[in-house]
């Protein structure tokens, strides 16, 4: 997955224009107007149109760059059995960290959420490994927990008096983390 902010960064400190790089995204239907209009969305961090590999290869190709320095890989654990405000407090503990020093953090965590978190931060690190990125290098450059609702097959209720009767909501959340070479 392309980075925006690498590339952003990128073609300012090498001084190259979004018309410069068309050049080299542009192909058959995607015409050189069309692949401008792409590259500027891609420099704001609107993902529209998804780039392809193709299209980052060519970026790097353009930018005299590997593509793992542009590139960054994430995963996500949807709909994980743990309220986000809770999964949010280990997501917080790693973000910004080196891979490995992060994997020594969740490692010794005695969060219920940890382990979850460990799993994404494994399956990101696996396809990283897979994009060929020097494992050694990378940092969690994203970490964060959303709410994702109430958990399926949790609606329970307890007893109250005079015959009341509360909810029991067991939410649920998605975990999302990005890690990138640097």
């Not at 005695?110 to 690190?125: D, F, G, I, N, W």
Request: proline fraction near 2%.
């Amino acid at each position: 997955m392309l980075s925006c902010n690498k590339l952003k960064k990128l073609c300012k400190e090498r001084n190259i224009s979004t018309n410069e790089l068309a050049g080299y995204v542009a192909r058959g239907a995607f015409n050189r107007d069309k692949a401008a209009t792409a590259i500027k969305n891609w420099c704001h961090g609107l993902l529209k149109p998804i780039p392809t590999t193709e299209d980052v290869d060519r970026l790097a190709n353009g930018l005299g760059v590997e593509v793992t320095s542009i590139s960054q890989w994430k995963s996500s654990y949807r709909y994980a059995p743990s309220s986000a405000r809770k999964a949010r407090l280990v997501t917080d503990l790693i973000a910004g960290r080196d891979v490995q020093d992060a994997l020594d953090v969740l490692k010794f965590e005695h969060k219920r959420a940890a382990r979850m978190v460990e799993q994404v931060l494994a399956s990101a690190v696996a396809n990283a490994d897979e994009g060929e990125a020097d494992v050694e290098r990378l940092y969690i450059c994203e970490a964060r927990a959303d709410g994702a609702g109430r958990r399926l097959g949790t609606k329970t209720w307890i007893a109250k008096d005079r015959g009341k009767a509360h909810p029991i909501c067991k939410e649920a959340s998605h975990i999302h983390i990005i890690v990138a070479e640097g």
